[in-house]
Structures are given as structure tokens and as C-alpha cells.
């Protein structure tokens, strides 16, 4: 899975779904957990790797590791006194350039920040099945894609790789990570959806959902950290399509899970099998969606469209 380069100065230390973690050469360890413990600066390189339904697929979006990092970094510079976040600079080897930041390791919380503010997804089918969202109670009577007034906080515990990502109450949350943590980073979640959906609904883009990833710095304050509202993300809607109760027109990986699930993938999601490789037709319009995702909320046109 791991796309790990040969870059002068950086010894690779860990791979996740899209991203690889490298540490400045040198930086003591007998493995790569290790070395990330003592290090103080990582390169985060993004690649051009798409997950879905907890596998990574076997076949690359083109540009997308530059399209997340770009998106971010536009992110970060929004949000930044809401919160600050983990990025300390550019200056990184020409073979990722474009595609990764040097950022300060983070003691990472072992929580997935949810805000939704639209009822959709796994959102949708917790609350057909008994109301309520990870512990919070909904109006009845709400179909797909309806807003949710005020927007709620939806933690989910992390999953190893491979494994399923699960949604829990807030109290859940608090035995996790303690009461008064769990409240500023629930606040904090909150607040950063709020400002991100009033900046891309004035550029056409509904968020209807997106989560965030928090840690604590070297002087122990809570920074934003990872990637922040890119497709991989967040669900992205054209606002100018919109219509509650309705599939929703999306600028993110919707549409490959759509395929998969679908008959042409011939891919029972059920099976625990790899998924199948993804036809040219659905690499390109994955990639023209998340470049449109990019160009419509940053306002500049994507360098490699």
C-alpha cells in the first residue's frame, strides 16, 4: 500500500490510507512508531491513493495527494483563529512538492471529530433505525439530506487500519478522552463547521458533513491537526442542486462508493473481498469532481487541470 520514496534528509516511518509519514533522517527509533515519538518535525505526503468502505482501492485518482494538500493548507489559513493547527512549513523535497507539509507531530486524540449538519450517510441509517444520531435525539419525520438545525457533534472511535471507524454518544466520548476535553473539542468542532459551511455555501458548496482531527501540541494546546474539509473528508453538495430527500449532486468520493455498490462493479460489499479496480471513466470523473471541489471553494483554478 505504502508509496514510499527514496527523499534525501527523511527516513519513511508510516503509511496510512492516503498519507505517508516520514521522520528527518536520523531521528532514533527501532521502528517507525518510535521515531515519530521523538521526532519533531514529519513530512506529511499525501498520495494519490482513494479509500472507501474501509479498503484502499487498487487504482489511484490522479492529482488527488496534491488536491487534498492544496484544499488543506486553504483550510488552515481560513480557520486559524479558531484554532491553529499542526503545519509548520513548505519547504519540503521537489519530488512531493505540491503534495505535502512539514507539520509538528501531535499526541493525536483517539477520537474522529464529526460535525453534521445535513442527515445523511450512516447518520441517516441510525436514525431510521431508532431516531437519533450517535445519542442525539432528531426531530421526527426527516428524510435524506434535510438539514439539522443547529448541526450536531457525532464523535466516532479510530479504527486500525482495516478495521470500522464506530460512532458514539458524547458520553461515550468522555469516558475516552475525559469530560472536559470531549467538551472543547465538541465546541471546537462545532464552531470550525459552522465558519467551513458559511464559507463554501458562499462559493456554491453545501458541507454537508465533515470531521476533523484534533491533538495536542508541545505546550499542550489543542491544534488541528491531518487534513481539514477536502473530499476524502467531508461530503461536498452543489447548493445549487440541492433538494432534501433526494441523492445529492457531491464533489467527493461519493461517486465511487456509489460504483462499487452498484451492478456494474459486480463487488458485494459484504463479501470482506478487495473491491476491483476502477474504470478509466471513474478515475476521470472522480478526479474532475475533486478538482471542482478545490477550484469552486478556493477560487483558483487547480494547477493540474
Known amino acids: 500500500m505504502s508509496d514510499s520514496l527514496d527523499l534525501p534528509g527523511w527516513t519513511h516511518a508510516y503509511s496510512g490510507k492516503v498519507r505517508d509519514i516520514y521522520v528527518p533522517a536520523g531521528t532514533p527509533g527501532a521502528d517507525g512508531g518510535a521515531q515519530l515519538a521523538q521526532a519533531e518535525r514529519m513530512l506529511m505526503v499525501a498520495s494519490d491513493r482513494i479509500s472507501a468502505f474501509d479498503f484502499v482501492l487498487s487504482t489511484p485518482i490522479p492529482d488527488k495527494g496534491a488536491i487534498l494538500t492544496g484544499l488543506s493548507l486553504w483550510w488552515f489559513d481560513q480557520l486559524a483563529d479558531v484554532v491553529g493547527n499542526h503545519v509548520l512549513d513548505l519547504d519540503v523535497p521537489q519530488a512531493v512538492a505540491g503534495r505535502a507539509m512539514i507539520c509538528r507531530p501531535l499526541d493525536m486524540f483517539p477520537l474522529e471529530c464529526v460535525a453534521r449538519g445535513y442527515l445523511t450517510g450512516s447518520g441517516l441509517v441510525d436514525y431510521r433505525r431508532n431516531g437519533s444520531v450517535c445519542g442525539v435525539r432528531l426531530p421526527a419525520g426527516l428524510a435524506d439530506a434535510d438539514r439539522l438545525e443547529p448541526a450536531i457533534f457525532t464523535p466516532a472511535t479510530k479504527a486500525q487500519l482495516g478495521d470500522h471507524d464506530e460512532n458514539i454518544s458524547f458520553e461515550k466520548a468522555t469516558d475516552v478522552v475525559g469530560r472536559a476535553d470531549a467538551e472543547e473539542l465538541r465546541d471546537l468542532t462545532l464552531r470550525l463547521y459552522t465558519r467551513a459551511e458559511e464559507i463554501a455555501r458562499e462559493r456554491g458548496i453545501i458541507v454537508a458533513d465533515t470531521k476533523f482531527e484534533f491533538g495536542r501540541g508541545p ?36 461517486f465511487v462508493r456509489d460504483w462499487l455498490t452498484g451492478p456494474d462493479s459486480g463487488w458485494d460489499r459484504e463479501s470482506g473481498e478487495q473491491p476491483p479496480a476502477l474504470p478509466a471513466e471513474v478515475v476521470e470523473r472522480t478526479r474532475e469532481r475533486y478538482a471542482s471541489a478545490f477550484e469552486r471553494i478556493t477560487g483558483a483554478a487547480f494547477p493540474g487541470a
Open 219 to 254: 505546550q499542550g494546546q489543542i491544534l488541528l491537526g491531518d487534513e481539514v474539509l477536502t473530499p476524502d473528508s467531508s461530503r461536498f453538495w452543489d447548493a445549487a442542486a440541492y433538494r432534501p430527500g433526494e441523492s445529492q449532486a457531491s464533489f467527493d468520493k461519493q
